[in-house]
């Protein structure tokens, strides 16, 4: 049974914010640095920290659809 990371269900957002975080993780990076988090947190109205909180649990999601594990730690993730 795969456990979902504490925390996922606070974040409560809007579609378009959804649509904003999904296109940086596409399209950007599914780890952005610092500076580039603290943009996508400003364009999403969000604070960095559930900015980054989305991203790790997003990584999560992307892990297990691709068959890896959940967590884990490699450098073409």
Not at 59 to 71: I, S, T
């Amino acid at each position: 049974m795969n456990k979902v990371p504490q925390g996922s269900e606070c974040l409560k957002l809007s579609d378009y914010q959804i649509r904003v975080l999904e296109e940086n993780f596409t399209k950007v990076s599914r780890h952005p640095d610092g500076t580039t988090l603290m943009l996508i947190a400003a364009e999403c109205g969000l604070s960095e920290e559930d900015t980054e909180k989305w991203f790790k649990l997003r990584n999560v999601k992307w892990r297990q659809a691709e068959g890896l594990p959940a967590h884990g730690g490699s450098v073409l993730d």
